[in-house]
């Protein structure tokens, strides 16, 4: 059934439209009926042809390069040049014809046309640009999620080692475990962190250094486990300015 819509409404409507158009064009063909008539009548079927491409265009939204918001400003611009040129059309046809050449009517309708393929070029890049900057903040949202997810992954792993092994967080930490404090550091880190490769592979490289002290506490033996925890509260120390470094350099 949908399907059906949509035939009727991108082909089978718009071809009813045209056809009528181009009967009521001759019913009212007027006797002396020259270049004027048939520039009118071809130039209102474009105006229908432009109108039900955009209805059409507007259901379809099979461009998917395209935002919503282009669509809607798109439209507007649309709307614009329709009114603009049936507005040329009938004050030129009306009140113009008489006292004013035909090359100026068509050099009217250039102009219009003109500026309106212009302006729906910029309005097309400007959506792309929009689009990419949309797409790469989603990159580095997910870019920081991953690493936030990681952290809070150490954490807990962290946690369970501490829990078989009995390490007991220090007195008065409000935190889970050592570890804590970065898992929460990184949680606060701007989308635009990840932007630069070099604070991006400083921040992987200090989880991974959290990673690898994680495996040596889980495969310390009891006597070394004092020595661990010293290492961790060591690397947790100098990892809380490296992130507030990568905060600070990320919005600059």
């Given amino acids: 059934m949908r399907e059906k819509i949509n035939i009727i409404s991108a082909f089978v409507l718009p071809a009813i439209v045209a056809a009528c158009t181009i009967v009521m ?9 020259g270049a004027l008539f048939y520039t009118n009548m071809v130039y209102t079927l474009l105006l229908e042809g432009i109108f039900f491409g955009y209805i059409n265009v507007l259901f379809q939204k099979k ?4 935002s919503t918001p ?3 400003v798109f439209g507007i611009v649309a709307v614009y040049y329709i009114v603009a040129g049936l507005a040329w059309m009938l004050l030129y046809s009306i009140a113009l014809s008489g006292v004013m050449a035909m090359k100026y009517y068509i050099a009217g309708l250039m102009i219009i046309t003109l500026l309106w393929i212009i302006l729906s070029l910029v309005l097309g890049r400007q959506d792309t640009n929009y689009k990419e900057s949309v797409e790469k ?4 949202f997910k870019s920081i999620a991953f690493f936030s997810q990681k952290a809070d992954m150490l954490v807990n792993r962290y946690q ?11 007195a008065g930490m409000q935190y889970l475990n050592r570890l804590s404090p970065v898992a929460n550091a990184i949680s606060t880190l701007p989308p635009k962190a990840c932007q630069n490769p070099t604070l991006g592979a400083q921040l992987a490289s200090l989880l991974d250094k959290c990673e690898e002290l994680i495996n040596q506490t889980e495969d310390a033996p009891a006597e070394e486990l004092e020595n ?25």
Wanted: aromatic share 10%; hydrophobic share 45%; with cysteine.
């Fill in 160 to 170: 369970a080692i501490c829990v078989e092994k009995g390490i007991s967080r220090p």
């Fill in 228 to 252: 661990m925890t010293k290492k961790m509260d060591r690397l947790v120390a100098s990892a809380l300015p490296q992130i507030d470094f990568i905060k600070n350099a990320s919005k600059n």
């Fill in 25 to 33: 064009f001759f019913i009212f063909r007027p006797e002396n009926a």
């Fill in 137 to 140: 903040l989603d990159e580095d």
């Fill in 63 to 66: 461009n998917h390069d395209l």
């Fill in 70 to 72: 282009f669509y809607a």
